[in-house]
T-cell receptor
Framework: AQKVTQAQTEISVVEKEDVTLDCVYE???????LFWYKQPPSGELVFLIR??????QNEISGRYSWNFQKSTSSFNFTITASQVVDSAVYFC??????????FGPGTRLSVLP | GAVVSQHPSRVICKSGTSVKIECRSL??????MFWYRQFPKQSLMLMAT?????????EQGVEKDKFLINHASLTLSTLTVTSAHPEDSSFYIC?????????????FGDGTRLSIL
């Protein structure tokens, strides 16, 4: 069965600090996709990144970067120089070959001014 | 990019009322739509999957008579919460997927916050 674990329930950092959100997944499929979504207090899901299981290249997008390591089944997300606007709940998700989303429990990030 | 519109964004109603939530794909044909429920401070949990023209497939523990799903067209799915009670208060999110399942992720609506008094 597929499973996504986000061990950090809540994280608080001070503005400008770097923060890494952990994501560990389980799947028996060899073809799968991993996602990160941001959910601000307003509730909508904001798509951040999609990565397929055959692409282990790390990605950087502005202050965001992702580290995908199949050897440890991890897909960690780092925010550099965090800002107050980054405060939100972040979900890691796995989409398996059956195309069903499995969401992690989420990490609530609070960036303090 | 693809857009999924969900309406209404917020509903407050009395216990016993039935509430209908619409999910529309605005610029692509959604062969499959998904309905999720999110309780406060929890993750999204899949309730049901619906394919256009077919009966919805419900996840274990989700009452099909309580949560009626209709996916009558390739651009519209509706979720009706029948005889809603306070314990049905939650955030409901739909998502839609087109035919290119390997290259297109699901697209999520902005959610409906349902409050039953």
């Amino acid at each position: 069965a597929q499973k996504v674990t986000q061990a950090q329930t809540e994280i608080s950092v001070v503005e400008k600090e770097d923060v890494t959100l952990d994501c560990v997944y389980e799947t028996r499929d060899t073809t799968y996709y991993l996602f990160w979504y941001k959910q601000p207090p307003s509730g909508e899901l904001v798509f951040l990144i999609r990565r397929n299981s055959f692409d282990e290249q790390n990605e950087i997008s502005g202050r965001y970067s992702w580290n995908f390591q199949k050897s440890t089944s991890s897909f960690n997300f780092t925010i550099t120089a965090s800002q107050v606007v980054d405060s939100a709940v972040y979900f890691c998700a796995l989409v398996d070959y059956g195309q069903n989303f499995v969401f992690g429990p989420g990490t609530r990030l609070s960036v303090l001014p | 990019g693809a857009v999924v519109s969900q309406h209404p964004s917020r509903v407050i109603c009395k216990s016993g009322t039935s509430v209908k939530i619409e999910c529309r794909s605005l610029d692509f044909q959604a062969t499959t739509m998904f309905w999720y429920r999110q309780f406060p401070k929890q993750s999204l949990m899949l309730m049901a999957t619906s394919n256009e023209g077919s009966k919805a497939t419900y996840e274990q523990g989700v009452e099909k008579d309580k949560f009626l799903i209709n996916h009558a067209s390739l651009t519209l799915s509706t979720l009706t919460v029948t005889s809603a009670h306070p314990e049905d208060s939650s955030f409901y999110i739909c998502s839609a997927r087109g035919t290119d399942i390997y290259n297109q992720p699901q697209h999520f609506g902005d959610g409906t916050r349902l409050s039953i008094l």
